[in-house]
T-cell receptor, first 114, second 115 residues
């Protein structure tokens, strides 16, 4: 079974631009979560989507947004980029069952803001 | 506020030494606990998980962890480390009634195993 895939793997943007990152979950997984990983703050939860609805949101400004499509693929968007948005953005998917199931992580998208 | 603390940020061990990485969390109620590992250049992988039942859980590659509810701890252990265990280790917690699948991670512990 193919793992979580993320595109693109690397991005370089300049301040003020916007960026869209894409995530394809493992087949059959309907929950998709996004995380930001930086050396200073570590791994921080951005948001979680299930059945095209945002189910949870972390403590990030409104410049960070996301969506999920009917095929469970997800995108996240960051508008008006700041230098501090440089990070590895990780997507994770889970199988939604009666009980909690672990998240499987993708390789991430490395975003550099200049 | 809910938080996850990892006690050691950098650990250096010789091969065959024993490993214990501490993790404490500040959540009330039911929690799901995880240890993830990130090898250099690779993505996060699940080492082990605790949902309920036996508080001593075994994971991949000889790792184990013990959930001590009274201490809000979930420490990771390995009796004898190998050079290939060099990686970053993250403790993560899912908990709270509205948390969905969201994971709260500790800051991570960078482990270097020397030959």
């Amino acid at each position: 079974k193919a793992g979580v895939t993320q595109t693109p793997r690397y991005l370089i943007k300049t301040r003020g631009q916007q960026v869209t990152l894409s995530c394809s979950p493992i087949s059959g997984h309907r929950s998709v979560s996004w995380y930001q990983q930086t050396p200073g703050q570590g791994l921080q939860f951005l948001f979680e989507y299930f059945s095209e609805t945002q189910r949870n949101k972390g403590n990030f400004p409104g410049r960070f947004s996301g969506r999920q499509f009917s095929n469970s693929r997800s995108e996240m968007n960051v508008s008006t980029l700041e230098l501090g948005d440089s990070a590895l953005y990780l997507c994770a998917s889970s199988f939604e069952g009666l009980t909690y199931n672990e998240q499987f992580f993708g390789p991430g998208t490395r975003l550099t803001v200049l | 506020a809910q938080s996850v603390s990892q006690h050691n940020h950098h650990v250096i061990l010789s091969e065959a030494a024993s490993l214990e990485l501490g993790c404490n969390y500040s959540y009330g109620g039911t929690v799901n606990l995880f240890w993830y590992v990130q090898y250099p250049g690779q993505h996060l992988q699940l080492l082990l998980k605790y949902f309920s039942g036996d508080p001593l859980v075994k994971g991949i590659k000889g790792f184990e962890a013990e959930f001590i509810k009274s201490k809000f701890s979930f420490n990771l252990r390995k009796p004898s480390v190998q050079w290939s265990d060099t990686a970053e280790y993250f403790c993560a917690v899912n908990g709270g009634s509205n948390s969905g699948y969201a994971l709260n991670f500790g800051k991570g512990t960078s482990l270097l195993v020397t030959p």
